[in-house]
């Protein structure tokens, strides 16, 4: 009796931190996948085909209008804040325009500090202003 008890009690204790710690990846999930970036700095950019792609709990990836890039981001729901680790990305040559999105682009993301997540997509944001919009893929 003592045994089913004891065994009981740690099966319990087990489900509770397997619950609370999916709740938590849960939640992330709604940041997978991939973005279409519409503006940055207050430019349009639809047409130059930028886009990030949240995956697992610290991968991203994606294409900035002109080269594939990938790194590491962190990410905290609960004070909204977002910040990219170092990226790695190809080095084709483009033309001048996508050369100009890419390096709005990659400014954009190093300067990232939070999140605002809206209806119609997750603006990345700097201490003073709204950086960048993505609206997710359809």
């Known amino acids: 009796m003592r045994v089913k ?6 099966l319990l204790c087990a489900s509770v931190v397997l619950i609370s710690c999916g709740g938590r990846k849960k939640a992330m999930v709604n940041y997978f996948g991939i973005w279409d970036l ?3 700095y207050e430019t349009s950019v639809i047409g130059f ?4 792609e949240f995956r697992g709990e610290d991968r991203v990836f994606g294409n900035s209008g002109c080269n594939n890039y990938s790194g590491t ?3 905290n729901e609960e004070n909204r804040t977002l910040s990219f680790g170092p990226l790695m990305s190809t080095k084709m040559g483009c033309e001048e325009a996508k050369s100009n999105c890419q390096r709005l682009f990659f400014r954009a993301l190093k300067n990232t500090a939070n999140y605002l997540p809206k209806k119609e997509g997750i603006y990345l944001l700097d201490s003073d202003r709204k950086i ?7």
């Open 5 to 10: 008890i004891k065994n009981s009690l740690i």
């Open 38 to 40: 519409v503006s940055a």
């Open 49 to 52: 085909n930028a886009t990030i």
């Open 73 to 75: 981001y962190s990410l």
């Open 132 to 138: 960048l919009a993505f609206i997710k893929k359809r």
